[in-house]
T-cell receptor, first 109, second 115 residues
């Protein structure tokens, strides 16, 4: 059983499109992180959410604690947004994260 | 700050050889993690540490050992490498005092191939 489910697994978009990536989890969490990994590259943290909504540039992340669901939105997508986006959750009383399998985004010019 | 560094960046081993991967962080983080990432699979936790001198098993610990003798360093050892351990290894650290509501920092990764 995977505590964290991401959808879609793969996503292809045209430059300028609005992108949504979803993350659902099955248990209570203290924090949810969105991570980005460019092809052949390292992993960077985009957002940490415990409630509500956060915005950074063209990226917006939301979380609904009651529904156990988070979304990552990219407005006006650009080819440089092409990457794998990973959802990670921290469960209460555990000293570790559980990861989704990632969403591979390809934005075409 | 250098953040999280990993050495080496690349390594090729023959089956049965041993090696140690070094992870170092300069942010005074208590929590450190070793993950492996394989094609088509998410990050999987190998071992982790919640402080100097402590280690714990993760999801896929078999074939690996770890040590945290100094707070800033977390070592991952492969005693007898197997082809199934061909993977990209990432180290990560996070501040322990914020209920994990802080940035998780990752190292650049080590690409290991076992022939």
């Amino acid at each position: 059983k995977n505590e964290v489910e991401q959808s879609p697994q793969n996503l292809t978009a045209q430059e300028g499109e609005f992108i949504t990536i979803n993350c659902s989890y099955s248990v209570g969490i203290s924090a949810l992180h969105w991570l980005q990994q460019h092809p052949g590259g390292g992993i960077v943290s985009l957002f940490m959410l415990s409630s509500g909504k956060k915005k950074h540039g063209r990226l917006i992340a939301t979380i609904n604690i009651q529904e156990k669901h988070s979304s990552l939105h990219i407005t006006a997508s650009h080819p440089r947004d092409s990457a794998v986006y990973i959802c990670a959750v921290h469960l209460y009383n555990f000293n570790k994260f559980y990861f989704g399998s990632g969403t591979k985004l390809n934005v075409k010019p | 700050n250098a953040g999280v560094t990993q050495t080496p960046k690349f390594r090729v081993l023959k089956t049965g050889q041993s090696m140690t991967l070094l992870c170092a962080q300069d942010m005074n983080h208590e929590y450190m993690y070793w993950y492996r990432q394989d094609p088509g699979m998410g990050l999987r936790l190998i071992h982790y540490s919640v402080g100097e001198g402590t280690t714990a098993k993760g999801e896929v610990p078999d074939g690996y050992n770890v040590s945290r003798l100094k707070k800033q360093n977390f070592l991952l050892g492969l005693e007898s490498a197997a082809p199934s351990q061909t993977s990209v290894y990432f180290c990560a650290s996070i501040n322990s005092g914020t209920s994990f509501r802080d940035t998780q920092y990752f190292g650049p990764g080590t690409r290991l191939t076992v022939l």
